[in-house]
């Protein structure tokens, strides 16, 4: 079976109820968890989106915690499967500020973290690259939101 685009769907979603519409989004939360993820997101947590980065910081914290340091691989693994639920995470909100904020406190994480990211090439370069992102993604925002991250920035 082939999906139709999103315009096809957006059309055809004007004809159900409100009753069919709910039902559909029930549906849809069954069958993935990232769908029952944003589903949660835009039902409990857009309304707050202070408190969803506190809530993300705080499984950021829980994740650093429990990496395995034993070797670089075992932290490469770590840290990469980190940023991937991050940058979920950031997928949810759709909002740049959000953005800069989680992406920003990943990298303050993986600065801070023991055995230090600066002995292996791979974190280091992964490191280098989110920072620039997130220098990108700064240049996007209000006047002194820019100012702000900037000065930020200047201590990563």
Request: glycine share 0%.
């Amino acid at each position: 079976m082939k999906a139709v685009s999103v315009v096809t769907i957006r059309k055809e979603l004007k004809h159900k109820s409100n009753e069919e519409l709910a039902e559909l989004c029930l549906r849809l939360s069954r069958f993935k968890k990232e769908n029952k993820e944003l589903l949660t997101y835009l039902l409990f947590e857009a309304d707050s989106e202070q408190g969803y980065i506190e809530t993300v910081k705080a499984e950021i914290d829980e994740q650093f915690e429990i990496i395995n340091t034993n070797s670089y691989f075992y932290i490469k693994k770590s840290v990469r499967k980190i940023l991937r639920n991050t940058k979920k995470y950031i997928r949810y909100s759709l909002n740049k500020e959000t953005e800069v904020e989680l992406l920003l406190y990943f990298c303050k994480k993986l600065k801070e973290m023991k055995p230090s990211m600066r002995r292996n090439t791979t974190l280091t370069n992964l490191y280098d690259r989110n920072i620039e992102a997130i220098t990108k993604k700064v240049l996007k925002l209000h006047e002194d939101l820019q100012y702000d991250y900037q000065n930020i920035l200047q201590d990563y």
